[in-house]
C-alpha cells in the first residue's frame, strides 16, 4: 500500500497528462475507457501511451487525453474514442499501445483515419 504522500504526487503528477471533463476549451478529446471491462482488456497501457505521446510532443494545446467510464461494447475494449470540434466522433477497437501510436501519428497528427482500427470496420451483426 502506498502512502498519502506517494498517492498525493503520483495524482500530481496525472494531474498534467489526463484531464477531466470539462476542461477541454476547444480540443481535440481522446477518450479511453477504463471501466472494469476495459482495465482488464488493457486499456491502462493504451491510455499512458496516448498521454506520453501528448505531453512529450508538447500537443497539450491541441489535445486532451481523458478516461471514461464504460462505453457499452465491452467485447470491442480497449477502446479510444476521438471527439474532434466539429466533426463526427471516430471509435477505434481492440487499441494496443502499438495501434495508439499509429492512430496518434496517422490520425491525430496527420488527419488520416485508421480505418482497419475503427468500429465501423468490425463485423457486427
Same mark, same amino acid.
Do not use: W
Given at each position: +500500500?502506498?502512502?498519502?504522500?506517494? =498517492?498525493?504526487?503520483?495524482?500530481?503528477?496525472?494531474?498534467?497528462?489526463?484531464?477531466?471533463?470539462?476542461?477541454?476549451?476547444?480540443?481535440?478529446? !481522446?477518450?479511453?475507457? +477504463?471501466?472494469?471491462?476495459?482495465?482488464?482488456?488493457?486499456?491502462?497501457?493504451?491510455?499512458?501511451?496516448?498521454?506520453? =505521446?501528448?505531453?512529450?510532443?508538447? +500537443?497539450?494545446?491541441?489535445?486532451?487525453?481523458?478516461?471514461?467510464?464504460?462505453?457499452?461494447?465491452?467485447?470491442?475494449?480497449?477502446?479510444? &474514442?476521438?471527439? &474532434?470540434?466539429?466533426?463526427?466522433?471516430?471509435?477505434?477497437?481492440? +487499441?494496443?499501445? &502499438?495501434?495508439?501510436?499509429?492512430?496518434?501519428?496517422?490520425?491525430?497528427?496527420?488527419?488520416? !483515419?485508421?480505418?482497419?482500427?475503427? =468500429?465501423?470496420?468490425?463485423? !457486427?451483426?
Amino acid at each position: +500500500m502506498k502512502t498519502l504522500e506517494e =498517492l498525493k504526487a503520483i495524482r500530481e503528477k496525472m494531474q498534467g497528462q489526463v484531464s477531466m471533463r470539462g476542461e477541454d476549451h476547444g480540443r481535440t478529446r !481522446i477518450l479511453v475507457g +477504463m471501466a472494469t471491462c476495459g482495465i482488464a482488456s488493457g486499456a491502462r497501457p493504451v491510455l499512458n501511451t496516448l498521454s506520453n =505521446l501528448v505531453q512529450e510532443n508538447n +500537443m497539450t494545446d491541441r489535445f486532451s487525453v481523458t478516461q471514461t467510464g464504460c462505453i457499452g461494447l465491452c467485447q470491442y475494449e480497449p477502446i479510444v &474514442e476521438i471527439l &474532434e470540434p466539429g466533426k463526427e466522433k471516430i471509435t477505434y477497437i481492440n +487499441m494496443t499501445p &502499438e495501434k495508439a501510436e499509429e492512430v496518434y501519428k496517422e490520425h491525430l497528427l496527420g488527419g488520416h !483515419i485508421v480505418q482497419n482500427y475503427t =468500429l465501423a470496420s468490425a463485423d !457486427i451483426k
